[in-house]
Nanobody, 118 residues
Framework: QVQLVESGGGLVQPGGSLRLSCAAS????????IGWYRRAPGKQREPVAH???????KYADSVTGRFTISRDLAKKTVYLQMNSVVPEDTAVYYC????????????WGQGTQVTVSS
């Protein structure tokens, strides 16, 4: 069992940066792959980035080269560094544990809103 809490969302101008955090509590955090997913208004949820329990990463084509996923096992936290953001990045961002890049797990946080606007 793992509980997830996202933070770090907000309003950012195009071209700016933001870092999202996904803090986990519970046992066996290191055994879970953690992914970031987003849902934009009127669109389906889509995967953004994923890190496996071994530390391998995978990104959506739309964010490759701009976003970076990382983790701090001691803090039980996974981060999503978002650089060079564009308005199309506006969405509610969620983290999920226990799944893969394309198939998220059963554990979800409550989400954090990211709005890219001038």
């Amino acid at each position: 069992q793992v509980q997830l809490v996202e933070s770090g969302g907000g309003l950012v101008q195009p071209g700016g940066s933001l870092r999202l955090s996904c803090a986990a509590s519970g046992s066996n955090f290191a055994f879970y792959g953690i992914g970031w997913y987003r849902r934009a208004p009127g669109k389906q949820r889509e995967p953004v980035a994923h890190i496996t329990n071994a530390g391998s990463t995978k990104y959506a084509d739309s964010v490759t080269g701009r976003f970076t996923i990382s983790r701090d096992l001691a803090k039980k936290t996974v981060y999503l560094q978002m650089n060079s953001v564009v308005p199309e990045d506006t969405a509610v961002y969620y983290c999920s544990a226990g799944g893969t890049f394309s198939n998220p797990g059963n554990y979800w946080g409550q989400g954090t809103q990211v709005t890219v606007s001038s």
